[in-house]
Protein backbone atom coordinates (compact mmCIF):
# COMPACT_ATOMS: atom_id res chain seq x y z
CA UNK A 1 0.00 0.00 0.00
CA UNK A 2 1.22 3.34 -1.36
CA UNK A 3 1.74 6.58 1.10
CA UNK A 4 0.86 8.77 -1.53
CA UNK A 5 -2.20 10.79 -1.35
CA UNK A 6 -5.05 9.64 -3.30
CA UNK A 7 -6.12 12.34 -5.94
CA UNK A 8 -8.51 14.87 -3.90
CA UNK A 9 -11.70 14.32 -6.12
CA UNK A 10 -11.64 10.89 -4.93
CA UNK A 11 -11.42 12.25 -0.58
CA UNK A 12 -13.67 14.59 -1.85
CA UNK A 13 -16.27 11.97 -3.13
CA UNK A 14 -15.84 9.95 0.24
CA UNK A 15 -16.23 12.60 3.12
CA UNK A 16 -19.26 13.74 0.89
CA UNK A 17 -20.76 10.41 1.04
CA UNK A 18 -19.20 9.71 4.98
CA UNK A 19 -21.58 13.08 5.70
CA UNK A 20 -24.34 11.95 4.25
CA UNK A 21 -24.47 8.38 4.59
CA UNK A 22 -25.68 8.44 1.45
CA UNK A 23 -24.12 8.25 -1.95
CA UNK A 24 -27.39 9.56 -4.13
CA UNK A 25 -27.32 12.49 -1.52
CA UNK A 26 -23.64 13.24 -1.55
CA UNK A 27 -23.28 13.30 -5.41
CA UNK A 28 -25.91 15.63 -5.47
CA UNK A 29 -24.09 18.05 -3.01
CA UNK A 30 -21.05 17.63 -5.84
CA UNK A 31 -23.14 17.79 -8.24
CA UNK A 32 -21.80 14.65 -10.63
CA UNK A 33 -23.86 11.41 -11.08
CA UNK A 34 -24.14 8.38 -8.46
CA UNK A 35 -22.57 6.21 -10.76
CA UNK A 36 -19.65 8.75 -10.93
CA UNK A 37 -19.31 8.85 -6.88
CA UNK A 38 -19.73 5.47 -6.58
CA UNK A 39 -16.62 5.00 -9.40
CA UNK A 40 -14.23 7.84 -7.12
CA UNK A 41 -14.70 6.13 -3.97
CA UNK A 42 -14.46 2.36 -5.44
CA UNK A 43 -10.92 4.36 -6.91
CA UNK A 44 -10.17 5.55 -3.26
CA UNK A 45 -10.83 1.87 -1.72
CA UNK A 46 -8.17 0.13 -4.35
CA UNK A 47 -5.68 2.93 -3.53
CA UNK A 48 -6.15 1.96 0.06
CA UNK A 49 -6.40 -1.88 -0.55
CA UNK A 50 -9.55 -2.36 1.60
CA UNK A 51 -13.21 -1.07 1.76
CA UNK A 52 -14.85 2.08 2.94
CA UNK A 53 -18.34 1.21 3.15
CA UNK A 54 -20.28 -1.71 3.46
CA UNK A 55 -22.82 -1.31 0.93
CA UNK A 56 -26.19 -2.39 2.30
CA UNK A 57 -29.64 -3.09 0.15
CA UNK A 58 -31.03 0.92 0.39
CA UNK A 59 -28.16 2.14 2.68
CA UNK A 60 -24.03 2.31 3.53
CA UNK A 61 -22.44 2.05 6.56
CA UNK A 62 -18.55 3.07 7.41
CA UNK A 63 -16.40 0.34 7.80
CA UNK A 64 -13.64 0.26 10.18
CA UNK A 65 -11.40 2.01 8.17
CA UNK A 66 -13.79 4.53 7.04
CA UNK A 67 -14.39 5.29 10.16
CA UNK A 68 -10.94 6.29 10.85
CA UNK A 69 -10.50 8.20 7.77
CA UNK A 70 -14.12 10.18 7.87
CA UNK A 71 -12.87 12.64 10.60
CA UNK A 72 -9.51 13.83 8.99
CA UNK A 73 -11.22 14.08 5.74
CA UNK A 74 -13.80 15.92 6.94
CA UNK A 75 -11.03 18.59 9.03
CA UNK A 76 -8.79 18.59 6.27
CA UNK A 77 -11.27 19.79 4.06
CA UNK A 78 -12.88 22.84 6.36
CA UNK A 79 -9.32 23.79 6.65
CA UNK A 80 -8.64 23.76 2.87
CA UNK A 81 -11.60 26.05 2.20
CA UNK A 82 -10.72 28.20 5.27
CA UNK A 83 -7.39 28.86 3.60
CA UNK A 84 -9.09 29.52 0.47
CA UNK A 85 -11.37 31.59 1.84
CA UNK A 86 -8.78 33.76 3.82
CA UNK A 87 -6.64 33.72 0.64
CA UNK A 88 -9.55 35.37 -1.25
CA UNK A 89 -9.98 37.90 1.24
CA UNK A 90 -6.70 39.17 1.11
CA UNK A 91 -8.02 40.39 -2.69
CA UNK A 92 -10.78 42.52 -0.95
CA UNK A 93 -10.15 45.55 0.51
CA UNK A 94 -13.88 47.17 0.05
CA UNK A 95 -15.97 43.82 1.70
CA UNK A 96 -15.34 44.11 5.88
CA UNK A 97 -17.51 41.77 8.67
CA UNK A 98 -18.02 42.29 11.56
CA UNK A 99 -18.97 40.59 14.65
CA UNK A 100 -19.92 42.05 18.70
CA UNK A 101 -22.52 41.15 20.63
CA UNK A 102 -26.47 42.10 20.26
CA UNK A 103 -26.56 44.86 22.78
CA UNK A 104 -23.07 46.64 21.49
CA UNK A 105 -24.58 46.34 18.42
CA UNK A 106 -28.09 48.01 19.32
CA UNK A 107 -27.03 50.36 21.40
CA UNK A 108 -22.89 51.26 20.30
CA UNK A 109 -22.56 50.34 16.97
CA UNK A 110 -25.79 51.06 14.94
CA UNK A 111 -26.26 54.61 15.97
CA UNK A 112 -22.77 55.58 14.73
CA UNK A 113 -22.50 53.45 11.58
CA UNK A 114 -24.03 56.68 9.25
CA UNK A 115 -20.72 58.53 10.30
CA UNK A 116 -18.49 55.20 8.80
CA UNK A 117 -20.21 54.57 6.11
CA UNK A 118 -20.60 58.42 4.94
CA UNK A 119 -16.49 58.68 5.52
CA UNK A 120 -15.98 55.62 3.70
CA UNK A 121 -17.98 55.06 1.00
CA UNK A 122 -15.61 52.43 -0.52
CA UNK A 123 -16.21 50.09 2.10
CA UNK A 124 -19.37 47.52 2.20
CA UNK A 125 -19.59 47.32 5.89
CA UNK A 126 -21.65 43.70 7.20
CA UNK A 127 -22.21 42.89 10.55
CA UNK A 128 -23.36 39.72 12.60
CA UNK A 129 -24.62 40.25 16.03
CA UNK A 130 -23.80 37.51 18.20
CA UNK A 131 -22.22 36.15 21.01
CA UNK A 132 -21.48 32.83 19.65
CA UNK A 133 -17.36 32.10 19.62
CA UNK A 134 -15.94 32.92 15.79
CA UNK A 135 -13.63 31.03 14.25
CA UNK A 136 -11.40 33.92 12.52
CA UNK A 137 -9.37 31.42 10.79
CA UNK A 138 -12.60 29.20 9.05
CA UNK A 139 -15.60 31.70 9.60
CA UNK A 140 -16.42 34.25 6.87
CA UNK A 141 -15.47 37.26 9.75
CA UNK A 142 -12.68 40.07 9.53
CA UNK A 143 -13.24 41.87 12.98
CA UNK A 144 -14.40 40.27 16.23
CA UNK A 145 -15.46 43.02 18.72
CA UNK A 146 -15.84 40.90 22.33
CA UNK A 147 -16.44 41.83 26.29
CA UNK A 148 -14.25 40.24 28.73
CA UNK A 149 -11.31 38.74 29.71
CA UNK A 150 -9.27 37.74 27.28
CA UNK A 151 -6.77 36.01 26.47
CA UNK A 152 -6.66 36.77 22.78
CA UNK A 153 -3.39 34.38 22.75
CA UNK A 154 -2.79 34.33 18.74
CA UNK A 155 -5.13 36.88 17.39
CA UNK A 156 -4.15 40.74 16.66
CA UNK A 157 -6.04 42.51 19.98
CA UNK A 158 -6.75 46.03 21.06
CA UNK A 159 -8.57 46.40 24.39
CA UNK A 160 -10.38 49.58 25.01
CA UNK A 161 -11.68 51.27 27.79
CA UNK A 162 -12.08 49.43 31.08
CA UNK A 163 -15.73 49.45 31.70
CA UNK A 164 -17.84 50.97 34.24
CA UNK A 165 -21.93 50.81 34.96
CA UNK A 166 -23.84 52.93 37.19
CA UNK A 167 -27.79 53.83 38.24
CA UNK A 168 -29.53 55.67 35.47
CA UNK A 169 -33.18 56.11 35.46
CA UNK A 170 -35.36 58.24 33.46
CA UNK A 171 -35.83 61.92 35.40
CA UNK A 172 -39.29 61.15 36.65
CA UNK A 173 -37.73 58.12 38.35
CA UNK A 174 -34.86 60.32 39.77
CA UNK A 175 -36.89 62.77 41.63
CA UNK A 176 -38.86 59.65 43.41
CA UNK A 177 -35.81 58.49 43.97
CA UNK A 178 -33.05 61.03 44.54
CA UNK A 179 -30.70 59.79 46.97
CA UNK A 180 -28.72 56.05 46.54
CA UNK A 181 -30.44 55.20 50.40
CA UNK A 182 -33.85 55.61 48.29
CA UNK A 183 -33.19 53.06 45.84
CA UNK A 184 -33.55 50.19 48.23
CA UNK A 185 -37.51 51.24 47.29
CA UNK A 186 -37.26 51.25 44.20
CA UNK A 187 -38.04 49.20 41.29
CA UNK A 188 -34.20 47.44 40.24
CA UNK A 189 -33.38 45.83 36.93
CA UNK A 190 -31.09 43.79 36.47
CA UNK A 191 -28.57 43.33 33.96
CA UNK A 192 -27.93 39.63 33.74
CA UNK A 193 -25.22 39.27 31.17
CA UNK A 194 -22.75 40.36 33.20
CA UNK A 195 -23.08 37.48 35.88
CA UNK A 196 -19.99 35.95 34.67
CA UNK A 197 -17.54 38.75 35.98
CA UNK A 198 -15.66 38.04 39.10
CA UNK A 199 -15.49 40.21 41.26
CA UNK A 200 -19.22 40.80 40.58
CA UNK A 201 -20.63 44.33 39.12
CA UNK A 202 -24.00 43.90 40.30
CA UNK A 203 -26.31 45.73 42.35
CA UNK A 204 -25.09 44.64 46.10
CA UNK A 205 -21.50 45.49 44.36
CA UNK A 206 -22.72 49.02 43.86
CA UNK A 207 -24.87 49.31 47.43
CA UNK A 208 -21.48 48.75 49.13
CA UNK A 209 -19.29 50.85 46.91
CA UNK A 210 -21.60 53.78 48.15
CA UNK A 211 -21.93 52.55 51.71
CA UNK A 212 -24.56 51.01 51.86
CA UNK A 213 -25.32 47.31 52.79
CA UNK A 214 -28.56 45.89 51.29
CA UNK A 215 -28.98 42.83 48.56
CA UNK A 216 -32.02 43.31 46.52
CA UNK A 217 -34.79 40.39 46.27
CA UNK A 218 -36.68 41.61 43.63
CA UNK A 219 -36.74 43.06 40.10
CA UNK A 220 -37.23 42.51 36.55
CA UNK A 221 -33.82 40.44 35.39
CA UNK A 222 -32.73 40.41 31.58
CA UNK A 223 -30.41 38.74 29.35
CA UNK A 224 -29.10 41.01 27.14
CA UNK A 225 -27.95 44.66 28.70
CA UNK A 226 -29.42 46.36 25.81
CA UNK A 227 -32.75 44.99 27.39
CA UNK A 228 -32.12 46.43 30.86
CA UNK A 229 -31.71 49.63 29.56
CA UNK A 230 -34.75 50.04 27.19
CA UNK A 231 -36.25 48.71 30.21
CA UNK A 232 -35.04 52.07 32.41
CA UNK A 233 -36.24 53.89 29.25
CA UNK A 234 -39.31 53.16 29.33
CA UNK A 235 -39.58 53.39 33.12
CA UNK A 236 -40.00 50.01 34.05
CA UNK A 237 -36.56 50.90 37.00
CA UNK A 238 -33.92 51.80 37.52
CA UNK A 239 -30.88 49.79 36.05
CA UNK A 240 -27.11 49.50 36.75
CA UNK A 241 -26.24 50.82 33.01
CA UNK A 242 -22.87 49.69 31.56
CA UNK A 243 -20.81 52.75 29.75
CA UNK A 244 -21.58 52.24 25.96
CA UNK A 245 -24.83 50.74 26.59
CA UNK A 246 -26.56 54.07 28.30
CA UNK A 247 -24.12 57.31 26.54
CA UNK A 248 -26.70 58.01 24.03
CA UNK A 249 -29.45 57.84 26.34
CA UNK A 250 -27.76 59.89 28.58
CA UNK A 251 -26.90 62.05 26.42
CA UNK A 252 -30.03 62.70 24.86
CA UNK A 253 -31.85 63.09 28.27
CA UNK A 254 -34.01 59.79 28.05
CA UNK A 255 -31.72 58.82 30.93
CA UNK A 256 -29.93 60.35 33.85
CA UNK A 257 -27.24 58.89 36.31
CA UNK A 258 -28.14 60.86 38.96
CA UNK A 259 -25.44 59.81 41.88
CA UNK A 260 -21.71 60.07 40.06
CA UNK A 261 -20.73 56.64 41.47
CA UNK A 262 -19.99 54.07 39.24
CA UNK A 263 -17.96 50.56 39.66
CA UNK A 264 -15.72 49.56 37.21
CA UNK A 265 -14.40 45.81 36.31
CA UNK A 266 -11.17 45.12 34.71
CA UNK A 267 -13.14 43.21 31.67
CA UNK A 268 -13.32 45.04 28.51
CA UNK A 269 -13.96 45.35 25.19
CA UNK A 270 -11.30 44.20 22.10
CA UNK A 271 -11.08 44.85 18.90
CA UNK A 272 -10.05 41.56 17.77
CA UNK A 273 -8.47 40.12 14.32
CA UNK A 274 -6.23 37.72 12.92
CA UNK A 275 -2.14 39.02 12.90
CA UNK A 276 -1.31 40.80 10.00
CA UNK A 277 -5.14 41.59 9.39
CA UNK A 278 -5.15 44.74 10.81
CA UNK A 279 -3.01 46.62 8.05
CA UNK A 280 -5.81 45.49 5.58
CA UNK A 281 -7.39 49.12 4.46
CA UNK A 282 -11.01 48.62 5.28
CA UNK A 283 -9.83 46.73 8.74
CA UNK A 284 -7.66 49.48 10.08
CA UNK A 285 -10.01 52.31 9.30
CA UNK A 286 -12.70 50.32 10.90
CA UNK A 287 -10.36 50.56 14.27
CA UNK A 288 -9.24 53.43 13.97
CA UNK A 289 -13.29 54.64 13.77
CA UNK A 290 -13.90 52.46 16.01
CA UNK A 291 -11.56 53.80 18.29
CA UNK A 292 -12.07 57.40 17.53
CA UNK A 293 -15.66 56.91 18.73
CA UNK A 294 -14.71 55.85 22.31
CA UNK A 295 -12.70 58.73 22.46
CA UNK A 296 -15.68 61.56 22.24
CA UNK A 297 -17.26 60.58 24.64
CA UNK A 298 -14.48 59.42 27.07
CA UNK A 299 -15.09 62.89 28.99
CA UNK A 300 -18.15 60.88 30.52
CA UNK A 301 -16.15 59.17 32.58
CA UNK A 302 -14.54 62.11 34.31
CA UNK A 303 -18.24 63.02 35.53
CA UNK A 304 -18.30 59.90 37.69
CA UNK A 305 -16.08 58.55 41.17
CA UNK A 306 -15.13 55.31 39.41
CA UNK A 307 -14.64 52.67 42.14
CA UNK A 308 -12.44 49.32 40.74
CA UNK A 309 -14.82 46.50 42.01
CA UNK A 310 -11.81 44.85 43.04
CA UNK A 311 -11.46 47.71 45.75
CA UNK A 312 -15.06 47.20 47.12
CA UNK A 313 -14.93 45.52 50.44
CA UNK A 314 -16.73 41.81 49.95
CA UNK A 315 -19.73 41.26 51.42
Known amino acids: MSDRLPPLTALRAFDAAARHMSF ?12 ALSFQIKSLEEHLGQPLFRRLNRAVELTEAGRTLAPGASEGFAT ?11 QDTTT ?35 LRMMDLE ?7 IRFGYGPDDGLYSVPVRKEWMTPVMTPDLAREFPTPESLKDAPLVHDDSLGFLRPACDWPAWFRAVGIDFVPTHGAHFSHADHAVDAAVAGVGVTLGRRP ?16 IAIETSARFRFLCLP ?11 RDWFLAEIEKTAHISDEFTIIPVEDIPPA
Open 96 to 130: LTVTAGPALTAKWLAPRLYDFARAHPEIDLRFSAT
Open 24 to 35: ARAAEELNVTPA
Open 245 to 260: MIIKDLLEGRLVAPFK
Open 138 to 144: RDDVDVA
Open 276 to 286: GAETRPQIAAF
Open 80 to 90: LQSAWAATRRL
